[in-house]
C-alpha cells in the first residue's frame, strides 16, 4: 500500500554479493524445521497476553493540554481531515474498558514525546499535564492487575528536535535521548516493570531517511539511513546503561528495544547454499541490523557492512562493548509494515512469507536462546470492513499458533504476546483507509465508541482459554463397538487358482521339443466341484484385512456385474458365487460384512447403474426405482443368511444433478427395499438396514456472526436434513422445497432406518458471502465454502479438523435424538506417503479420539467407525496397504490401527494391556471371567506345576510304602503252602491245547 518508491534502500543494502560465512541460523533453509500440523495446545502458565497501541494513531488531541508538534503531526497534516483520531487521550478509560473487556493482562502503549515536553528538551520542566495522564493511566492498569508496558518513543519525535539539530541524523540525540529517557523512568518506572526504549528503528531509519515515506520525510544522501540507525542504537543502548545504573537497584524493572522484521524463502524452494547466502543477508539487513550490535557481536552484520562500506558508520571497539548487551529480553514486531518494506529487499530469488515461527527460531537460533516477547502482531483490514473482520481472525490464529508451535516443538522460549492493535486509528501514511484494531470506531461520529469487532471476540476466548486447549481424553471403546474398514465396489475376480481340479483334459509337455503344454486327445479326467478357495484373490484380499486387526469389513457389490441388463432375468451366476464365496470367507474368518447394494461411482461412464438403466435416464427415470427395489430383494435371497447389516445406497446426497426428482427417487428406493427386508427376511435374517450419507461438517467462517451460523445451518439442513427428515421425522421440514412427496410416500418413507450411516472426512468453513466476488455460490444451498488456512492440508487439500466429527455427531444427536445408533461408516485422509504415512496416522488417532469424546462427553450413541480404504490401486491415497507389482504392503497406519482396536481405544498409561472382549454364552461378563481370560498364560502354568507336583507326591508316597512292605516281609516265617502254577506257566499249555484242537477239525 505504500505510494512511496522503495528502491533506493535494496540499492543500498544489496550493492554488492560479496560472500560471507552463513549464521547457525542458516540451516532453516537447508534443513526445514520439524514438520508439525500442531493446532491445539495452552501455553505456559503464566504467559502475558497483552494488547498494544501507540500515541500518534490513537490519541489525538495533538495540541491539547499544552502538547507540542510532532514530526507526524507535521507530516500529516496536509493529508488529515480530522486530527481527533481514535481520542485516545480524551477517552482513556474508554480504552482501559476494552482492555478490561480481552482479559489480557499486558497492555502496551507509547508515551509521547512532545506531549512530556513540548519543545523537546527532556531538562526542561515537563507538561504536567501530560505526566498527569500517564500517571492516571499506569494507576488504573495497576489496579485492574495489568502489567503497563511502556514504549519511550514510537517515532513521534518533537518537530522542534527534527528542526533544531536534524532529528537522529545529529549524534546530539543520543544524550537528549538518555536524558528523556532518565525522566521516564524516575517519573514513572516504580510500577513500570517492562520498558521498550523504541519501536521498529528500522522502519524509522529506512522510511524516515532514506525513502521519505515515513515522517519526518528526509530523501538525502544515501548513508542518512545508516547514520540515523547509528544514533538509534547508540541511544537506545545509553538509555539502557542508564537505568542499569540508576533505576534497576530499587525498581527491578527489565528494558529492551523493539526490533520488527520479515521472512524470506528461496524462491520456488530451491535452497542453494548461493540462495541460503541471499536469505541470511536479507535477514540481517533488517532485524540483523539491529539485533546484531545488541544482543550479538555489539557490531553490524558482516554482510551488512560488506555490502554498504563507505556508508555506514563504524563502532569503536569501545562503543561496542558499550552497545553490547544492552537488553533484558528480545522484543519483537511482525507486523506489514516491515513486510511490506521487505518486499522491496527481495529482490534476488526470494519471496517474503508471513512465518512468525522461523522469524522466532531464527532469533533462537542466532543470539543463544533469549526470552522474547512478541510485541507487536496482527493484520490489518480495509476500512470498509467494519466490526465482520473475518479474515484479521484467520490472520491473528495463523501468527499464535505460530508462536504455539515455536514455544512447544521448538523451545523458543516466548513469554509474551501483544495483538495489535487495542482501536481503529489513524494507521500512519495509511490514514483511515485501513483498520488494525480490534475495536471498531466510526471516524464520522464525534463520540469515537468502542464496538468489539470480531476478532476482539475471538482474542478474548483465546485469551481465556490460554491457547487452544486439547481435551484429550482417556478411555475404551465397548466390545460390541464396530472398528471397520471400509471399501468401495469388490470387484469381482474369476481367475481359479487350481485349474487342475476343474479342467477335464490331460496334458503333455515338451513332446515335440517345443517345450509347449498340449492335451492328450481321447482322454477325459474327472473334475471335482467348484470351491471358494479357486479364487486366489479372496485368500490374499481378506488376508490383508485380518493384519489390521477389523471386526468389521463394509464393501459393495457391482450392480453392472451381477444383474448387466438391471434386472433378474440377467443374473450372472458365477459372479453371485464369487460374492457368496466373499461372505463365507469372512464369516470363516469371525469378521462381519457390511454390504452395500449401490455405491455410486462417478469415474464409471453410468455412475455404476447397469447401462439399460443409465441410458434410460438414471434416476431420473422413476423405472430405476422398481428396479433397484428388485435388485436388493434378489441380494437379499442370495446373500441374506451371511450378511447382518445392509447399506442400501451409498450418499445418495453426493448424486445431486439439477433437480429434486433424482433426492424423491433415491429416498423412494431406499424405502421400498427396506420395506422388502421388512417384511420378507427380517424374521429368518434379522438384519439392519439403512443408507450412508457424506456427512462433512461446516464451521461458520466467522463464529460470531449470525449470518454465518445461519450458512452453516442451511448447508447442514441441505446436506443432511433433506434426507434423513422424511425417514426419521416423517416430513420434510427444511426450507428446500424441491423433493415434494405425498402425504403416502412420506408415510412410506418414515422410520425406514435401522440405524444412522454416516461418512464424514473433513471439515470446511462456510459463508453467506464470499471475500472474493468472482467466485460465485453454489446455485443449490447459496452459500461458498472456504478453508481455514492454518488447518493442516493432504495432497487433494483435505483438510485435517478432527474436532468436526465431534460437532458433526453432536449436531446429528441434537436434531434426530439417540433413539438410532449411528456409525461412521467411512473416514479416512489421502497420504502420498509410501510407507510411514504419518498424516494418515494422525487422522486415524485424532479422529478416533474425537469420536470417544462423542459417546462419552456428549452421549452420542455412535456404534463404530471405518477407516476408508483398505487398499491403494493405482496411486498412493486412501490406502491402508500399498500396492505396486501386485504387492501389498501394509503402511505405519496399519499398526496403529490395529493398536488402538487391541486396546479398544485410548486407555490410561497406567493400563496399556490389550482390552479382552470374550463374552459369555449368556452375554453377559463377569469381572473373575475377565481375569481368567487375561491370565491364561499363568493359570496353565500354575496347572502343570500343580500337576507335576502332584505326581512326584504320588510317586514318593509309593515307593515308601513298597519299601515298608519289604522290610516286613523279610521279618515274617514262611509257611509251606500248597504248590498252585502260575498264569504264565499255564499258558503254553493251554496255548498248544488250542492248538489241538484247531488241528482236528
Given at each position: 500500500?505504500?505510494?512511496?518508491?522503495?528502491?533506493?534502500?535494496?540499492?543500498?543494502?544489496?550493492?554488492?554479493?560479496?560472500?560471507?560465512?552463513?549464521?547457525?541460523?542458516?540451516?532453516?533453509?537447508?534443513?526445514?524445521?520439524?514438520?508439525?500440523?500442531?493446532?491445539?495446545?495452552?501455553?505456559?502458565?503464566?504467559?502475558?497476553?497483552?494488547?498494544?497501541?501507540?500515541?500518534?494513531?490513537?490519541?489525538?488531541?495533538?495540541?491539547?493540554?499544552?502538547?507540542?508538534?510532532?514530526?507526524?503531526?507535521?507530516?500529516?497534516?496536509?493529508?488529515?481531515?480530522?486530527?481527533?483520531?481514535?481520542?485516545?487521550?480524551?477517552?482513556?478509560?474508554?480504552?482501559?474498558?476494552?482492555?478490561?473487556?480481552?482479559?489480557?493482562?499486558?497492555?502496551?502503549?507509547?508515551?509521547?514525546?512532545?506531549?512530556?515536553?513540548?519543545?523537546?528538551?527532556?531538562?526542561?520542566?515537563?507538561?504536567?499535564?501530560?505526566?498527569?495522564?500517564?500517571?492516571?493511566?499506569?494507576?488504573?492498569?495497576?489496579?485492574?492487575?495489568?502489567?503497563?508496558?511502556?514504549?519511550?518513543?514510537?517515532?513521534?519525535?518533537?518537530?522542534?528536535?527534527?528542526?533544531?539539530?536534524?532529528?537522529?541524523?545529529?549524534?546530539?540525540?543520543?544524550?537528549?535521548?538518555?536524558?528523556?529517557?532518565?525522566?521516564?523512568?524516575?517519573?514513572?518506572?516504580?510500577?513500570?516493570?517492562?520498558?521498550?526504549?523504541?519501536?521498529?528503528?528500522?522502519?524509522?531509519?529506512?522510511?524516515?531517511?532514506?525513502?521519505?515515506?515515513?515522517?519526518?520525510?528526509?530523501?538525502?544522501?544515501?548513508?542518512?539511513?545508516?547514520?540515523?540507525?547509528?544514533?538509534?542504537?547508540?541511544?537506545?543502548?545509553?538509555?539502557?546503561?542508564?537505568?542499569?545504573?540508576?533505576?534497576?537497584?530499587?525498581?527491578?524493572?527489565?528494558?529492551?528495544?523493539?526490533?520488527?522484521?520479515?521472512?524470506?524463502?528461496?524462491?520456488?524452494?530451491?535452497?542453494?547454499?548461493?540462495?541460503?547466502?541471499?536469505?541470511?543477508?536479507?535477514?540481517?539487513?533488517?532485524?540483523?541490523?539491529?539485533?546484531?550490535?545488541?544482543?550479538?557481536?555489539?557490531?553490524?552484520?558482516?554482510?551488512?557492512?560488506?555490502?554498504?562500506?563507505?556508508?555506514?558508520?563504524?563502532?569503536?571497539?569501545?562503543?561496542?562493548?558499550?552497545?553490547?548487551?544492552?537488553?533484558?529480553?528480545?522484543?519483537?514486531?511482525?507486523?506489514?509494515?516491515?513486510?511490506?518494506?521487505?518486499?522491496?529487499?527481495?529482490?534476488?530469488?526470494?519471496?517474503?512469507?508471513?512465518?512468525?515461527?522461523?522469524?522466532?527460531?531464527?532469533?533462537?537460533?542466532?543470539?543463544?536462546?533469549?526470552?522474547?516477547?512478541?510485541?507487536?502482531?496482527?493484520?490489518?483490514?480495509?476500512?470498509?470492513?467494519?466490526?465482520?473482520?473475518?479474515?484479521?481472525?484467520?490472520?491473528?490464529?495463523?501468527?499464535?499458533?505460530?508462536?504455539?508451535?515455536?514455544?512447544?516443538?521448538?523451545?523458543?522460549?516466548?513469554?509474551?504476546?501483544?495483538?495489535?492493535?487495542?482501536?481503529?486509528?489513524?494507521?500512519?501514511?495509511?490514514?483511515?483507509?485501513?483498520?488494525?484494531?480490534?475495536?471498531?470506531?466510526?471516524?464520522?461520529?464525534?463520540?469515537?465508541?468502542?464496538?468489539?469487532?470480531?476478532?476482539?471476540?475471538?482474542?478474548?476466548?483465546?485469551?481465556?482459554?490460554n491457547g487452544f486447549p486439547d481435551d484429550r481424553i482417556e478411555g475404551r471403546f465397548p466390545c460390541d463397538f464396530q472398528f471397520g474398514v471400509s471399501e468401495s465396489v469388490l470387484q469381482?475376480?474369476?481367475?481359479?487358482?487350481?485349474?487342475?481340479?476343474?479342467?477335464?483334459?490331460?496334458?503333455?509337455?515338451?513332446?515335440?521339443?517345443?517345450?509347449?503344454?498340449?492335451?492328450?486327445?481321447?482322454?477325459?479326467?474327472?473334475?471335482?466341484?467348484?470351491?471358494?478357495?479357486?479364487?486366489?484373490?479372496?485368500?490374499?484380499?481378506?488376508?490383508?484385512?485380518?493384519?489390521?486387526?477389523?471386526?468389521?469389513?463394509?464393501?459393495?457389490?457391482?450392480?453392472?456385474?451381477?444383474?448387466?441388463?438391471?434386472?433378474?432375468?440377467?443374473?450372472?451366476?458365477?459372479?453371485?458365487?464369487?460374492?457368496?464365496?466373499?461372505?463365507?470367507?469372512?464369516?470363516?474368518?469371525?469378521?462381519?460384512?457390511?454390504?452395500?447394494?449401490?455405491?455410486?461411482?462417478?469415474?464409471?461412464?453410468?455412475?455404476?447403474?447397469?447401462?439399460?438403466?443409465?441410458?434410460?435416464?438414471?434416476?431420473?427415470?422413476?423405472?430405476?426405482?422398481?428396479?433397484?427395489?428388485?435388485?436388493?430383494?434378489?441380494?437379499?435371497?442370495?446373500?441374506?443368511?451371511?450378511?447382518?447389516?445392509?447399506?442400501?445406497?451409498?450418499?445418495?446426497?453426493?448424486?445431486?444433478?439439477?433437480?429434486?426428482?433424482?433426492?424423491?427417487?433415491?429416498?423412494?428406493?431406499?424405502?421400498?427395499?427396506?420395506?422388502?427386508?421388512?417384511?420378507?427376511?427380517?424374521?429368518?435374517?434379522?438384519?439392519?438396514?439403512?443408507?450412508?450419507?457424506?456427512?462433512?461438517?461446516?464451521?461458520?467462517?466467522?463464529?460470531?456472526?449470525?449470518?454465518?451460523?445461519?450458512?452453516?445451518?442451511?448447508?447442514?439442513?441441505?446436506?443432511?436434513?433433506?434426507?434423513?427428515?422424511?425417514?426419521?421425522?416423517?416430513?420434510?421440514?427444511?426450507?428446500?422445497?424441491?423433493?415434494?412427496?405425498?402425504?403416502?410416500?412420506?408415510?412410506?418413507?418414515?422410520?425406514?432406518?435401522?440405524?444412522?450411516?454416516?461418512?464424514?472426512?473433513?471439515?470446511?468453513?462456510?459463508?453467506?458471502?464470499?471475500?472474493?466476488?468472482?467466485?460465485?455460490?453454489?446455485?443449490?444451498?447459496?452459500?461458498?465454502?472456504?478453508?481455514?488456512?492454518?488447518?493442516?492440508?493432504?495432497?487433494?487439500?483435505?483438510?485435517?479438523?478432527?474436532?468436526?466429527?465431534?460437532?458433526?455427531?453432536?449436531?446429528?444427536?441434537?436434531?434426530?435424538?439417540?433413539?438410532?445408533?449411528?456409525?461412521?461408516?467411512?473416514?479416512?485422509?489421502?497420504?502420498?506417503?509410501?510407507?510411514?504415512?504419518?498424516?494418515?496416522?494422525?487422522?486415524?488417532?485424532?479422529?478416533?479420539?474425537?469420536?470417544?469424546?462423542?459417546?462419552?462427553?456428549?452421549?452420542?450413541?455412535?456404534?463404530?467407525?471405518?477407516?476408508?480404504?483398505?487398499?491403494?490401486?493405482?496411486?498412493?491415497?486412501?490406502?491402508?496397504?500399498?500396492?505396486?507389482?501386485?504387492?501389498?504392503?501394509?503402511?505405519?497406519?496399519?499398526?496403529?490401527?490395529?493398536?488402538?482396536?487391541?486396546?479398544?481405544?485410548?486407555?490410561?498409561?497406567?493400563?496399556?494391556?490389550?482390552?479382552?472382549?470374550?463374552?459369555?454364552?449368556?452375554?453377559?461378563?463377569?469381572?473373575?471371567?475377565?481375569?481368567?481370560?487375561?491370565?491364561?498364560?499363568?493359570?496353565?502354568?500354575?496347572?502343570?506345576?500343580?500337576?507335576?507336583?502332584?505326581?512326584?507326591?504320588?510317586?514318593?508316597?509309593?515307593?515308601?510304602?513298597?519299601?515298608?512292605?519289604?522290610?516286613?516281609?523279610?521279618?515274617?516265617?514262611?509257611?509251606?503252602?500248597?504248590?498252585?502254577?502260575?498264569?504264565?506257566?499255564?499258558?503254553?499249555?493251554?496255548?498248544?491245547?488250542?492248538?489241538?484242537?484247531?488241528?482236528?477239525?
Open positions: 500500500m505504500l505510494r512511496v518508491s522503495l528502491t533506493l534502500i535494496p540499492v543500498l543494502l544489496w550493492a554488492r554479493t560479496e560472500c560471507v560465512l552463513l549464521g547457525k541460523a542458516s540451516k532453516l533453509w537447508l534443513q526445514p524445521l520439524n514438520e508439525t500440523d500442531l493446532q491445539t495446545g495452552t501455553f505456559p502458565s503464566g504467559f502475558l497476553w497483552g494488547v498494544g497501541t501507540s500515541a500518534f494513531p490513537t490519541e489525538g488531541s495533538w495540541d491539547a493540554d499544552g502538547k507540542g508538534e510532532s514530526v507526524w503531526d507535521r507530516f500529516t497534516h496536509h493529508s488529515r481531515t480530522d486530527d481527533t483520531a481514535s481520542d485516545s487521550y480524551a477517552q482513556w478509560e474508554e480504552d482501559l474498558k476494552a482492555v478490561q473487556y480481552l482479559g489480557v493482562k499486558l497492555y502496551a502503549f507509547s508515551l509521547s514525546w512532545p506531549r512530556l515536553f513540548p519543545d523537546g528538551d527532556p531538562t526542561a520542566n515537563p507538561n504536567l499535564a501530560g505526566v498527569e495522564h500517564y500517571r492516571r493511566l499506569i494507576r488504573r492498569l495497576k489496579e485492574r492487575q495489568v502489567e503497563p508496558v511502556v514504549t519511550l518513543f514510537h517515532w513521534d519525535l518533537p518537530q522542534v528536535l527534527q528542526e533544531r539539530s536534524g532529528g537522529w541524523l545529529n549524534q546530539s540525540m543520543v544524550d537528549v535521548f538518555a536524558d528523556y529517557a532518565a525522566f521516564c523512568f524516575r517519573t514513572f518506572g516504580g510500577e513500570v516493570r517492562f520498558w521498550l526504549t523504541m519501536h521498529n528503528p528500522f522502519l524509522l531509519a529506512v522510511q524516515g531517511y532514506g525513502t521519505g515515506a515515513h515522517a519526518p520525510g528526509v530523501i538525502g544522501d544515501p548513508a542518512d539511513p545508516f547514520i540515523a540507525a547509528h544514533n538509534l542504537i547508540r541511544a537506545h543502548a545509553k538509555a539502557w546503561h542508564v537505568y542499569h545504573t540508576h533505576f534497576r537497584p530499587h525498581q527491578g524493572g527489565q528494558v529492551s528495544i523493539t526490533l520488527g522484521s520479515h521472512w524470506v524463502e528461496p524462491l520456488h524452494g530451491h535452497a542453494t547454499l548461493a540462495n541460503v547466502t541471499l536469505c541470511q543477508k536479507s535477514m540481517e539487513a533488517v532485524i540483523g541490523w539491529f539485533a546484531e550490535p545488541i544482543f550479538g557481536s555489539g557490531d553490524y552484520p558482516e554482510s551488512l557492512k560488506a555490502s554498504n562500506r563507505g556508508v555506514i558508520p563504524e563502532f569503536t571497539a569501545e562503543q561496542r562493548l558499550y552497545v553490547k548487551g544492552t537488553a533484558d529480553f528480545f522484543s519483537l514486531a511482525f507486523g506489514p509494515e516491515t513486510l511490506r518494506v521487505a518486499r522491496g529487499l527481495a529482490r534476488f530469488g526470494q519471496m517474503v512469507a508471513l512465518d512468525l515461527r522461523k522469524v522466532l527460531v531464527w532469533v533462537q537460533q542466532t543470539y543463544w536462546d533469549p526470552q522474547v516477547l512478541v510485541a507487536e502482531s496482527g493484520w490489518f483490514s480495509v476500512a470498509s470492513v467494519g466490526v465482520e473482520d473475518t479474515v484479521a481472525i484467520y490472520m491473528m490464529k495463523k501468527f499464535i499458533i505460530q508462536v504455539m508451535q515455536a514455544v512447544s516443538v521448538d523451545g523458543v522460549s516466548v513469554f509474551g504476546y501483544t495483538a495489535w492493535s487495542l482501536v481503529d486509528g489513524f494507521e500512519w501514511n495509511d490514514g483511515y483507509s485501513i483498520r488494525r484494531g480490534l475495536f471498531y470506531i466510526d471516524f464520522s461520529q464525534p463520540e469515537r465508541r468502542r464496538i468489539p469487532k470480531t476478532s476482539a471476540l475471538f482474542y478474548r476466548r483465546l485469551v481465556r482459554d469381482v475376480h474369476l481367475r481359479p487358482f487350481s485349474p487342475q481340479f476343474t479342467d477335464p483334459h490331460l496334458y503333455r509337455w515338451n513332446y515335440s521339443g517345443d517345450s509347449a503344454l498340449r492335451p492328450v486327445t481321447g482322454i477325459v479326467l474327472h473334475t471335482r466341484a467348484a470351491q471358494c478357495t479357486d479364487f486366489l484373490y479372496i485368500q490374499r484380499h481378506l488376508s490383508l484385512l485380518g493384519v489390521t486387526g477389523a471386526s468389521h469389513y463394509r464393501f459393495a457389490l457391482d450392480w453392472t456385474q451381477l444383474m448387466p441388463s438391471g434386472d433378474p432375468s440377467s443374473v450372472n451366476a458365477e459372479k453371485v458365487r464369487f460374492y457368496r464365496c466373499v461372505l463365507s470367507e469372512l464369516a470363516r474368518r469371525g469378521v462381519q460384512p457390511v454390504v452395500t447394494l449401490y455405491h455410486p461411482s462417478f469415474r464409471s461412464p453410468s455412475l455404476g447403474l447397469p447401462e439399460p438403466l443409465h441410458a434410460n435416464g438414471g434416476w431420473m427415470n422413476g423405472s430405476t426405482v422398481e428396479a433397484f427395489v428388485q435388485y436388493a430383494e434378489f441380494c437379499y435371497q442370495e446373500f441374506g443368511g451371511l450378511v447382518p447389516t445392509w447399506i442400501t445406497i451409498n450418499e445418495p446426497n453426493r448424486l445431486m444433478e439439477d433437480s429434486g426428482a433424482v433426492a424423491r427417487h433415491l429416498l423412494l428406493a431406499h424405502a421400498r427395499a427396506w420395506h422388502v427386508y421388512d417384511t420378507r427376511f427380517r424374521r429368518t435374517q434379522g438384519a439392519a438396514v439403512s443408507f450412508a450419507l457424506h456427512a462433512d461438517w461446516v464451521e461458520p467462517a466467522n463464529p460470531f456472526l449470525e449470518s454465518h451460523e445461519a450458512a452453516q445451518q442451511r448447508f447442514l439442513l441441505f446436506e443432511l436434513g433433506r434426507f434423513l427428515d422424511p425417514l426419521i421425522k416423517g416430513r420434510d421440514s427444511t426450507p428446500f422445497a424441491l423433493i415434494g412427496f405425498t402425504d403416502d410416500e412420506r408415510e412410506e418413507l418414515k422410520g425406514t432406518l435401522d440405524f444412522v450411516a454416516l461418512n464424514h472426512f473433513t471439515t470446511r468453513l462456510v459463508s453467506p458471502h464470499d471475500p472474493n466476488p468472482a467466485k460465485p455460490p453454489n446455485q443449490d444451498h447459496g452459500c461458498w465454502l472456504m478453508t481455514d488456512f492454518t488447518w493442516p492440508l493432504s495432497h487433494k487439500e483435505q483438510a485435517l479438523v478432527p474436532w468436526g466429527l465431534r460437532r458433526m455427531l453432536g449436531w446429528v444427536k441434537d436434531r434426530y435424538g439417540d433413539g438410532l445408533p449411528i456409525i461412521i461408516t467411512a473416514s479416512g485422509v489421502d497420504d502420498q506417503a509410501p510407507h510411514n504415512d504419518q498424516l494418515r496416522q494422525r487422522y486415524i488417532r485424532n479422529y478416533l479420539q474425537e469420536a470417544l469424546k462423542a459417546r462419552e462427553l456428549d452421549g452420542v450413541n455412535l456404534r463404530g467407525f471405518y477407516i476408508w480404504k483398505l487398499q491403494d490401486h493405482h496411486d498412493l491415497q486412501f490406502g491402508l496397504f500399498s500396492s505396486a507389482a501386485h504387492h501389498s504392503r501394509p503402511k505405519v497406519s496399519v499398526s496403529l490401527y490395529r493398536d488402538i482396536i487391541a486396546h479398544r481405544g485410548f486407555p490410561s498409561a497406567a493400563d496399556l494391556r490389550p482390552f479382552p472382549c470374550q463374552v459369555a454364552d449368556n452375554r453377559t461378563s463377569c469381572e473373575l471371567c475377565t481375569q481368567i481370560a487375561e491370565n491364561k498364560p499363568l493359570l496353565f502354568f500354575c496347572a502343570c506345576v500343580s500337576v507335576s507336583v502332584s505326581m512326584l507326591s504320588a510317586l514318593i508316597i509309593i515307593s515308601v510304602v513298597r519299601r515298608r512292605r519289604m522290610r516286613m516281609r523279610k521279618r515274617m516265617p514262611i509257611n509251606v503252602r500248597p504248590q498252585r502254577f502260575a498264569v504264565q506257566q499255564r499258558f503254553p499249555m493251554m496255548k498248544a491245547a488250542h492248538t489241538t484242537r484247531h488241528l482236528r477239525r
